[in-house]
């Protein structure tokens, strides 16, 4: 298509990391999902500087309009006054342009026709499911066509907790960035993503940790945050066109975030499931930071002990990586040997290679953030891993094949993840979701990606023509 743009960004999650990814002293593991966003740009003859944004798989309401002109030099932008507000896609586009007619003196010659979808697994299919009496598995939801109906509307939809702000936030102002500035993603990458995290924090209302932006724009990876410093001068409404360029300038060395790539080690995969109890990630965080602030000697204590083993968990994942190249016979001897067992089994393997002891130490060391998660809890009365999904993970960890299963990122009620080794382990741990009973636990279809922010064809991407 003329004139058209696509460009797609990963969901999230963050394997370890959970809470001291906030501090720049400790370090988040955060793995990129199959799961994207998708935002396609069309430049279109309406009236110049209409710009119009459309969510199509929502209900009522998912339609919105603004303006964006030249008036003496100065940028001006607005929303339309029939137009229903959307605090990150105003807030994106908003910033976005400002910086584009900053960096280039040019913006628009006509308007803009901005569709935005995310996959399916970004949000609940429960309803969807149920609307068609499938049951909630991984064939049933294949099933369903690519980008469907959520039945709901953009506040009372039931989000998954793959980062979906995070990853529309990012599409978006990339795809801006290649529309309008002719961007090229690898080139700069940096500055997408200081204004992707700019944008994403400003919507928020406060400076957050960014590993999910991070993840959306770099895709796997080990995390250190940015000093919040780096952009707290700047988050205000009146902000001074040059000063907020400037910030978001990544050649003036000011933003410090780290970003050391990371990637599953071969064999591994990784299933994701979707529980139904939902809890609000925020209020999880305020407490426990809350509860640290009180308590700096034993929170202290606990944030060493657990950022520790966090290191330890990355290490061993690497040293697979590294074996799965140096040795891949061997490797592959070792998983096959290690998925009919469970990992409660493996140390009982008579002559284990090094290979086996690494897999070993591993799900060892995973155990142990899961303890440090569990005392946070305990010790702060907020419920990161509850005792129902204590007892979920520990059946999942009961299954052969299984490496390791955790809550990811902040905790709560409303996910969790597993790490497997063969096909088997895999069916066996959707099976036992399927009969879980305590809890309502659907899986998704996402797996890990390594691809950060990408560009696309309307054509190459399952289900996007019809929207256009």
């Known amino acids: 298509m003329k004139n058209t743009t696509v460009v797609s960004a990963p969901g999230k999650v963050l394997m370890t990391g959970g809470y001291l990814v906030l501090d720049q002293a400790y370090r988040g593991l955060v793995v990129g999902t199959t799961a994207r966003f998708y935002t396609v740009i069309q430049s279109t003859q309406d009236e110049r500087g209409l710009i119009q944004v459309r969510s199509p798989q929502f209900d009522t309401d998912a339609n919105w309009s603004y303006t964006a002109t030249i008036q003496d030099g100065k940028f001006q932008f607005a929303s339309r006054p029939d137009t229903s507000q959307n605090k990150f896609v105003e807030t994106c586009l908003r910033f976005t342009l400002e910086v584009i007619y900053e960096r280039t003196s040019h913006l628009l010659d006509g308007g803009l026709l901005i569709t935005i979808v995310g996959d399916n697994d970004f949000y609940s299919q429960r309803a969807q499911l149920e609307s068609k009496k499938l049951p909630n598995t991984a064939e049933s939801l294949t099933s369903l066509e690519p980008f469907c109906s959520t039945h709901a509307t953009l506040g ?8 979906s702000s995070a990853a529309l936030t990012t599409s978006l102002v990339a795809a801006l960035f290649v529309h309008l500035a002719g961007s090229d993603l690898e080139r700069d990458r940096a500055l997408i993503h200081n204004v992707a995290q700019y944008v994403h924090c ?35 409404d009146q902000v001074d066109p040059k000063e907020l360029l400037t910030a978001l300038d990544p050649t003036t060395g000011s933003w410090d975030n780290t970003i050391v790539p990371f990637q599953l080690p071969s064999g591994l ?32 204590e606990l944030w060493g002990q657990l950022g520790n083993m966090n290191a330890n968990v990355e290490q061993h994942l690497r040293n697979l990586s590294k074996a799965s190249e140096c040795d891949p016979e061997e490797y592959k001897q070792a998983v096959g040997q290690l998925a009919e067992l469970k990992a409660s089994e493996w140390y009982t393997v008579e002559n284990k290679t090094p ?8 799900a060892d060391d995973f155990g142990q953030v899961r303890a440090y998660l569990q005392k946070m809890s305990q010790l702060s009365d907020v419920p990161i891993e509850p005792s129902e999904q204590t007892r979920l993970l520990n ?24 790490i497997v080794l063969s096909e088997k382990a895999k069916q066996g741990v959707r ?7 305590e809890m309502n636990v659907g ?26």
């Open 202 to 236: 400003f919507a928020q209302g406060k400076v957050g940790s960014g590993f999910d932006v991070s993840a959306a724009v770099y895709g796997n990876h080990r995390y250190t945050r940015f000093n919040p410093e780096v952009i707290s001068s700047v988050m205000n």
């Open 431 to 437: 099976k036992l979701w399927s009969s879980w009973n």
């Open 269 to 300: 995969e990784l299933l994701l499931a979707d529980v139904d109890a939902g809890s609000h990630t925020p209020s999880l965080v305020s407490k426990v930071l809350a509860w640290r602030k009180n308590n700096p000697t034993e929170a202290n």
């Open 156 to 163: 009372s939809v039931h989000k998954t907790g793959l980062g």
């Open 443 to 468: 899986p998704l279809l996402a797996q890990a990606d390594n691809k950060g922010i990408a560009k696309a064809s309307v054509e190459s991407v399952n289900g996007l023509a019809r929207f256009l």
């Open 355 to 362: 290979i086996m002891e690494e897999f070993i130490q591993l």
């Open 395 to 418: 059946a999942c960890m009961d299954v052969e094949g299984v490496v390791l299963a955790g809550v990811p990122g902040a905790g709560g009620y409303d996910a969790i993840y597993c």
